[in-house]
Structure formats: C-alpha cells, structure tokens
C-alpha cells in the first residue's frame, strides 16, 4: 500500500515539476491545463496493463499509468491528459475489450455537472467501476464437452433457421412490445433494488432456519403442510357445503349494510342538531367543573344529614313492617270506600251546601238552649198541597153584625173564627189512641214530605 501511494506522489511530484518547469512564466494560466490523476478501484480489474489507453467516447484521453492491488481490491492510477477535464464525483470507469485477442482500454464517463468535480489524486469507488466479460474469457472457460454441445446447439439452431428469416423477423416484431414491458420492468425493479436487497435479507434468516440440520426443518413443514392439505381434503364437502351458503350470507350482510346505510342516514339529522351540544362541550364541562367544585362542600357535610337519614330510616321500619302486614285489609278498605268517595265527590256541592245551611240553620240559641231555624216560603201552591183535603177553606172572618154578636161569639159585636178542617191554621181532631194533638197539625206522611223538601230531596 504504502509502495503505491509512494509511486502515485512520485508520478504526480514528476508531472508537477514537469509543468511547473515548462509554463514557470504563466502564472495566469487555467490549472486544468496540466492534467490529472485518478485512482479507480475495482474488484477485478481483468487483464488491464499498465500502459493501455483510457477513452472517452472513444477518444483516447490518457493512459493505464499503474495497477496495484489494496486490501483486495485493485487499484489503477489513470492519467489523464487535460481534455479529459473536468471529472465529477458520478463519474463510472468500466474495462472493456478491444478486439477478440484479449486487448483492454479503460472507458471514462465523466459524469454530470450536478456532481462536483474531481480534484487530483481523487478515488472513483468499486460502486463505480466494473468490467466487461470478453468473448476470449468465455471461450476459455468452455471445456472440450461442453464447446462440442455449445458447437451442436448453435448448429441445431443454424438448420431451425434455416429459410425462416422470415419468420424470425416477425416474431422478433412481435416480441418488440413485450420486450419493451420487459425492459420496463427491469427499470422498476433496478429502482426497487435496494427494497428487494431488503426482502432477500428478511427472507435469508427463514431460509436459512429451514435449511438448518440438513434440511430437517424443511421436511418437517412439508409434512405439516401435507397433513394440512389431507384435512383440508378430508373436509371438502363440508367446506362446498360452507362456500355453498356464503353467497347467502353475504346477500344478508348486504341487507343489514343498506339498513345500517339507511339507519346512518337517519341519524345524521339528530347528530347534525346536537353538533351545537358537542361544540359547547368544553363549556359545559368548565360548568359542570364549577358545580362539583361547589359541591364538594355540601357532600363533605352530608355525612351527618346521611347518619341522620339511616337513623330515621331505622326508626320507620317497624311502621313499614306493620302497614306491610296491614296492606290487605287497608287495601280492601280503600276499595269498600272507593265507590262512597266517588259519589261524595259528584255530589259535593250539595253536601257542602247542606252543611253550610244546617250550621245556619242550628247556630242561633237563647237563655235556654239552641234553637232550630228554618225559613220556608210558601206560595198558595204548596200550601194547597199540604191541606189534607186538597182545597183552601174559607179562613177569612166574616164582617159582624151590626150591634149585634154573632152565633157562637161570646163577645158582643164580632164573630166567631170559623172551624177549618185540619191543616196549618187548625189542629187535627184526637186520634183514637188518646194521644194529644201534633203540635204541626200536619200527618206524619206530610211531615215526611216537609223534611225531605227541607233537605232537598223534593223540589
């Protein structure tokens, strides 16, 4: 290595002193007209020799001027004249052949500009570099057998093609297209070669496990991949039998998504209308924050309000147990009393007004006792009706005689009342039993009516 490096300084240190002693009086002039040096590594550099040419485009630009080999790799110094310049960082160095008698030349591609350019004595990396197989290395590693069979092969393909250029040429235009995809395809997959690099790590553990103990591991998936497919097998009419009602199945999972559909339809006015709600939900959370806080104070007091409760509550079970035990026979009570409340109910004006009137009627008292008061007025009507005979006597007195007394009067000058026969204005005659008369002088029937009307049961 160091021997190397110590030839690149020498080659560079003479070419330098070389320049610098031709063109000592042009200091002006562009650096780029003495040339430089490029070290290109490879990891095969073939059968290149020091010496041979370094092309661009075909144009020789320089020579091979060492090779040398570095921690397994190959190392060739390029020299290059100045119309080689200016070298960027992209550029690629492959080995090529020059004819088929095994002759080489380095091709040079310089690159982009979008690279930056090389400076002297720069290394081109083995990603950048590469060699071409030449036809003579091919023939080489042909051995007598396989050159006879390759000679057969391209004899046999000689006589298959043989009158069918024709034919060749249209397949070949055919095949263009397909080609084309092809080439494609190689494009996206050099694009994905670094995730592919990816998959064929990820794979090689797994590869590489299976492997493992000859192959053991691979053998024993096989035969769980075996067993697997003779249960599948074992069950095929039962999974015909399954494939068979899923399209079934996935009819009524169609039905239940177009309900749902039509059931989110539905909701979305009622989730449109609380949006209002949910866009106040912070604020409505700061409130329910401020009540709790709030409220913190009365719950940490409660606990006595709470002992006092349980203690009442203590207190109110042998009630509650006794009316438990009392709920039937209240119950059917409830149920007695039931029709009398809903007739009080219907009629509660008239008994409200039969209690004020009764307290009117019995709240006037004297020096003795209460008395009962009564108002009844009586129109010539009712008082016919309540005449035994049905008829009004002649109650009126008649005029007096003048200067004389008239017939059963024991005053002189008037008259005597004449009898009326029963009724309110004459006391009935003594009944039978030799009781004493009605102090009403009406009949107990007449009585009964007067009372009844009193009270409102006759109109």
Known sequence: MKSSVLRVLGVVLVAALGTTGAMSGAASENPASRGMTLVAEFTDSGPILTGNDVKIDGVVVGTVAETSVRDGRADIVLSLDPAALPVYSDARVVIRPVSLLGERYVDLERGTPSGNALTDGATIPTSQTGVNVGLDEILNTVDQPTGESLAFLVTTLGDGLRDNGGDVDAALKELAPAMRDTQALTSVLADQNALLGSL????????????????????????????????????????????????????????????????????????????????????????????????DPALANAQPVLEKAQALLDQAQPVAADLRTGSPDLRAASASARPVVDDLNGNLDNVLNFIRYWAMTTNGHDGISHYFRAHIIVNPDIAGGLLPQGALPQILPTPPAVGGQQPGSDVPGTAAAPPVAGGLLQAPAPQDSGAGPDATGLSPEQEQGMVGYLLGGNR
């Open 200 to 295: 064929v790590d990820k794979v090689q553990p797994v590869a590489g496990a299976l492997a493992t103990d000859n192959g053991k591991s691979l053998d024993t998936l096989v035969a769980s991949t075996d067993r697997l497919l003779a249960a599948s097998a074992a069950q095929q009419q039962q999974l015909d039998q399954t494939l068979g009602q899923l399209p079934g199945a996935l009819g009524s999972a169609r039905s239940a998504l177009g309900e749902l559909a039509g059931t989110a339809q539905e909701t979305t006015p009622t989730l449109r209308s609380i949006r209002p709600v949910t866009e106040n939900l912070s604020a409505i959370s700061d409130e329910l924050n401020t009540f709790a806080d709030s409220l």
